[in-house]
């Protein structure tokens, strides 16, 4: 089943995902949550911290396991998803960062790397409800467009269209590492709930095809359509086209 909720505002978008997110740890809270990195989750996880600070919510018995990073970057590389999680999440709640993982990007061996992650993922009994973005190709983590769906953690070659978007982070394209670290489809589509977020129209026309269009790895967040649970947060610039063809999906 997929709920889609449309807030008029990023901020909207981001005080929603973090209710959310809050009811989890709130049920459970030795909850393990798959987490996100990107533009997208930022607002998200400042909700979030706010909570915590306010005392609404710990993270003290919760365990965290992030989808990707990039491959050949050291995790004190401001740009490293390691890095990103510290400064934007971890650092502001009360999190035991022992409790935290993120996908090495300086293991020897990539593949070794993969095996290790997924071993870490099953022995903490799979994820309880993962956060996503989706990339402006569709990817998911850094699953992107194939001709196959990946059920492990992968090493793959980035996209020139992710490496394009993600360079806005970069001095330049050329920085923006070639390769990657993600878990595969199989951890997400066996979290117990997923919670997407997306904002803005560049996002629009994806997040249309990918729930409404055809399952393909062409598209992978498209494999989420046979998810039980799975909430989608949007503003609305990003839900302009579900909200034209689709109204009724739209519930709140
Ligand atoms: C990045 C990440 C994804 C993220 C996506 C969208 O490359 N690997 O996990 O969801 O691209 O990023 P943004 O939120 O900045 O648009």
């Known amino acids: 089943m997929i709920r889609f909720y449309c807030a008029e505002t990023y901020e909207g978008m981001s005080a929603r995902a973090a209710t959310f997110m809050a009811a989890q740890v709130l049920a459970k809270p030795d909850s393990v949550i798959g987490l996100a ?70 293991a020897e061996d990539p593949q070794a790397e993969c095996a290790r992650y997924d071993a870490l993922i099953d022995s903490y009994g799979g994820i309880d409800m993962q956060l996503l973005g989706i990339g402006r190709d569709g990817h998911i983590g850094f699953n992107e467009p194939g001709d196959a769906f990946i059920p492990g953690t992968n090493y793959i070659k980035l996209t020139e269209d992710t490496i394009d978007a993600n360079s806005r982070f970069f001095a330049s394209a050329d920085e923006v590492p070639k390769y990657a670290l993600t878990t595969g489809i199989r951890a997400i589509m066996q979290a117990k709930k997923i919670l997407m977020v997306v904002n803005g129209e560049s996002k629009a026309k994806i997040l249309e095809e990918a729930f409404f269009g055809p399952i393909t790895p062409a598209n992978p967040a498209s494999i989420l359509q046979l998810h039980p649970d799975v909430v989608v947060c949007g503003d609305a610039p990003a839900m302009a086209i579900i909200a034209e063809k689709h109204p009724e999906a739209i519930i709140g």
């Open 37 to 106: 990195t990107g533009s997208t989750p930022i607002g998200m996880y400042t909700a979030l911290a706010d909570k915590c600070s306010r005392g609404e919510i710990t993270f003290k018995d919760v365990r965290t396991v992030n989808l990707d990073e990039y491959y050949g970057i050291d995790p004190t590389h401001d740009q490293s998803y390691r890095y990103f999680m510290n400064k934007n999440f971890f650092e502001k709640i009360d999190i035991c960062l022992g409790n935290t993982n993120v996908p090495n990007g300086k």
